[in-house]
């Protein structure tokens, strides 16, 4: 083994790195964990200081989670956030498994022609006007649907996914065929589980991208605040600055403080709702990888 | 002449282009043949049609005085009029002016930062060390929009953590730097940075992970440094990988982020922060104007389809890379 003399620069080099990677990780992290300190922390003192927090300020108390357990809201948001990500995750996963399997059929003579026809969109759209009338033409309005269709499909993911199928070879649908296979015991049960890592990929990105989405919510549920998903809870008690939700009679002893609560059930509901997508992303990060790396070769 | 009898009696259907050799192509026998792919392409051609064809015919909204109550059949058509409005009107510059300048600032800034970090990163060696560092980059790009956004709001309102740090710098007192307008920019730049970063470093360390470990050795050995190194062998490989990212990145420079825009401005920083997708979402959903409004996104979406084109026919000449 050859031994490399390190010189001075190098040496200055590698601290400075290290320095610059370890301030990155802080910049990234610390935000959060501000939040998370200050929501437990006394509400006064939270007021009064300036700078980041490093430890919880004062006694430490979980008022503001109270307060945040009683806003219907939040827990409404909750729920119909986890049904848009089932309910997305399985229509445009079936979608895209079929938009897929049909375009990379190679007997399919018209496959080439639907794919321009796809990818035309992808060129150019109507914008958001007209598929606001659009969607409001279908009655969709301040409907479930209207979260779930509009969004239903993206080219890029039936890219992918043709991509990936037309890596399998034609002799083993041949093959199932022989056996008798029909055509959607062909796509699920043999083309399928062949490019399941790519199928993963596609559904992981249409969860997270569900989970934070709320632009789609703003546009078509105009009337209807039961139907929001939890993003637009967030949206109102961060940046339209109003909980007064949070403010319910229920809450009781708490009530009188709850205008001292008032930036506590804030930093709460982040936590509340940041929560879980930082639980998993650790999990699930490496097929985002992979996913990036599909996408961009493919275009 | 074996092998042309044959096919036919091949099993059902998986003759390319869903003919058979020397046969004109029939649809109704093709059909039959491929029943199941017809059908399964129905919904994905019926969904297609209706929310993205079906906005396309709606564009001639752009050229009506359009009242929903009198649908695009029954309201007046007015030519140009909207467009020769729009253009005259007093935020057509101001619109396009701060469209293209965070556009392209975004570009400048947010482009090649997570290339830097890549090249750094990849200077770390301790694996563990490395891996930790990653993880915890991509974290700022999985936390939702509107939570960013309600950090940043927290961060910089008067009192918050950054305000105070610029109000140190300036010498001034802590104030609600997104109510200043000279402050949307950088606050909107740099917190892209920060939720960027990482995650668009990904494609890069890819790139870097790819190179030939030999080719350093052998630099070691006619004493190159670890600059030289960078210089001559890491950075010419990752080259392409760079040009392909600015070809995309290149085409969609007008696309900026209308939904982070719309959680952070004010009408106090309209001045700054307002581009045209946000005037199109206030100007058509929020005061009605739907003729007026599909006219404005039309033009932004013809600018943004011609930026596209004109990056892919460019990219296509000089680096025989493009995306279609």
Known sequence: MMVVKKTVGGRIFTVFNTLFMLFMCVICFVPILHVFWASISDPALVETSSGILLRPLGDLSLNAYKIILRYKGIWTGYKNTIFYVIAQCLITGILTVIAGYVLSRKRFRYRNSIMMFLAFTMLFNGGMIPTYMVVKNLHLLDTYWACLIPGAMSVFYIIIMRTAIQGIPDSLEESARLDGAGEFTVMFRVILPLCKATFAVIILFIAVGKWNSWFDALLYLPQDKSKYPLQMYMREILINNDTSATQNPSVGELMDNAQLYKTLVKYGSIIVSTVPILCVYPFVQKYFVTGVMVGSVKG | MKQETAQPKKVIGYIENGGIKAVPHNLAVDFRRNKAIYFMCIPIIVWYIIFCYWPMAGIVMAFQRF????GIWGSPWIGFDNFTNFFTGPYFVRLLRNTAVLGILDLLVNFPAPILFALLLNEVKAAKFKKVVQTISYMPYFISMVVICGLIVDFTKSGGVISNVVASITGGESQNLLGNPNYFRPIFILSGTWQGVGYGS???????????????????????????????????????????????????????????????????????????????????????????????????????????????????????????
């Open chain 2, 202 to 324: 990904i494609i890069y360390l890819a790139a870097l992970s790819g190179v030939d470990q030999e080719l350093y050795e052998a630099a070691v050995v006619d004493g190159a440094g670890r600059w030289k190194q960078t210089i001559h062998i890491t950075i010419p490989s990752i080259l392409p990988t760079v040009i392909i990212m600015l070809i995309m990145r290149m085409g969609s420079v007008l696309q900026v982020a209308s939904d982070k825009v719309l959680l952070l401005y004010s009408p106090a920083t309209y001045e700054k922060a307002d581009v045209i997708s946000t005037y199109v979402y206030r100007v058509g959903l929020q005061n009605y104007d739907y003729g007026y409004s599909t006219a404005v996104g039309l033009f932004n979406s013809i600018v943004g389809t011609a930026l596209l084109l004109t990056t892919n026919a460019i990219s296509k000449k000089y680096s025989e890379t493009s995306l279609f």
């Open chain 2, 67 to 70: 009242a929903p109550a009198k």
